[in-house]
């Protein structure tokens, strides 16, 4: 396959950015769409060039560091499919594709593709955990969770972090990543004790830095893991009491 790729360069976060043209050629439909990049950075380190910065870790859709807007798209068209795990036979050969890193204010370029996702992090920092006492580990069975509850909280526990919810927002919000790793710890029994706190936190750090939501459902459409969207009307709910229990307990 033959492509011509249209890629955002920038040199770093005040620098201005711009469109480059490079011809990606002789590449194999089995390829994974990093490898193609790959390739591309191979030939711009023969001329001299500077490769083309991009995020990756895993490269088998389980690290989220992975993302890029492919033709306006996150992680591109295939569907709950991350950047990494795109394979080449996606596209058709003469394709032109136009490569961006997520747009977002809370998602600032540092260079080329990459963009600092230290705001997720804040997020998690806030009440993604729960306080236990330390000692020897529990026996597995020591508290019974039902199947249902068991499934939901790995249902929201799926979410890689990688930001596409946020990078195909309109409003660039940050909703169904804070949900879900709100949900996968306010459905367990042993995330009960720091419930409202936690959601409270957690939201009120993800609105300094991202914007609100408007239930465009983007985000679950973008979501290489299918978070859905449910997981926003729950932490929405938790919110409400939140804002009631905690002032009761201050
Ligand atoms: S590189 Fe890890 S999810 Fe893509």
Redesign the pocket.
Known sequence: MNLTLRVWRQAGPDAPGRFETYQAADISPDSSF?EMLDLVNEGLIEQGEEPIEF?????????????IMINGQAHGPASQT????LHMRTFSDGDELVLEPWRASGFPVLKDLVVDRSAFDHIVEAGGYVTVDTGSAPDANLIPIPKDTADLAMDAAAC?G?GACVAACPNGAAQLFTSAKIAHLNSLPQGQAERYQRTESMVDVMEEYFGSCTNMGECEAAC?KGISIDFIAMMNKDYRKAKFQNRRSA
């Open positions: 990093l995020m990756h870790d895993c490269r088998e859709g389980i690290c989220g560091t992975c993302g991350a950047t990494c795990q890689i990688c290489p």
